[in-house]
């Protein structure tokens, strides 16, 4: 609108639009480029998207119409200029004063009142939309930055998280080599008893039979000799037995 | 080259992202800089085949687009424009009609 130029404290040297609006790092490295055909920055410089348009004068008329005029004529020569050849038509008819004239006036008077009185508040609510636009898709852009990051430090931490893995690994295999190793002994004290006790058994069966047929041998020999004891040997093994006990007595 | 191709001339590997409203042929001395005399040779070197008629028309709307429309913050310029390039369009197809409305009779 016309309020606008009011900001515009330089003359801006009219970058290009690209096609591309936001500025991001030029693609690189699809291809290898050779030599001859490297990117030409210097005469193609990356287009960029103009904050402000150029200047006019009047709501639509070039700057540059004006400039080309202030070299030759001075500040009032394209006015001059202008009214000139508006009379010229006019008087000539070339440009006819017909009905659709005097509309016109009219409609171009309400156009004008429209513009100077609605303008400035127009374009302050646009310039505001077009900022809450920008700023909005540039949170996204950051969001979708600072989440990526996150993403990649999380990415980070389950890696180390994982190597944590390893250790674990490592403790549960030695948990399951001490139970193997906890089995094997039990096992072995057990094959270690069980021989122990099946060895005990034959000692003491030994033992056993030994103290049977020793008890046997000793009733046998008893019963031996207490059959050749004849009546008469205990006779006198008895009246023996009285002399001695009276050789006792008498000492 | 068919419909919605690239100019021949355009290399993205040389020019980067593309520019409608860049020429990206062999450059010429600007219209602007040349003197009277070199002006018929500058229009003899110009291709005149209707392709690039049309590529020439191509590139000033989308020079009018950047230098006007696109800008974040453009105003009401443009459309001013175009109803003032519309009143004149009309006015001169409409000439024939419209010269019968004369008031004057008699023009010296």
Known sequence: MLSRFAFRSVQYSRPLMGVRCSQTVAASGERAVTASEERDEVRFPRPVRAEFPDKVRHGFIPEEWFQFFYKKTGVTGPYTFGVGLATYFISKEIYV????????????????????????????????????????????????????????????????????????????????????????????????????????????????????????????????VLKSISPQQEKESLAKCIVDLRGLAKA | MAFGDYPAEYNPKIHGPYDPARYYGPPDTPFGQLKLTEVGAWFGRRNKNPRALVGAVSRAWWRWQHKYVQPKRSGIAPFFQVVTGAMLFFYVINYGKLKHHRNYKYHW
Not at chain 1, 130 to 149: F, P, Q
Not at chain 1, 204 to 220: F, G, L, P, S, Y
Request: aromatic letters at 10%.
């Open chain 1, 97 to 224: 004063l017909e009905h659709e004239f005097y509309n016109g006036i009219s409609l171009f008077i309400m156009a004008v009142f429209a513009v100077k009185k609605f303008g400035p508040k127009v374009a302050a609510y646009l310039d505001k939309e077009v900022d809450e636009v920008a700023n909005s898709w540039k949170h996204e852009r950051e969001d979708e930055i600072t989440s990526l990051g996150d993403t990649v430090v999380a990415e980070k931490k389950e890696q180390w998280r994982a190597e944590g893995q390893k250790d674990l690994f490592a403790a549960k295999r030695e948990n399951v080599a001490l139970q193997l190793e906890a089995a094997y002994r039990e096992r072995l004290t057990i094959a270690f008893n069980e021989v122990k006790r099946r060895l005990d058994y034959q000692v003491e069966r030994q033992n056993i039979d030994r103290r049977i047929a020793h008890k046997h041998m000793v009733t046998w020999v008893i019963q031996n």
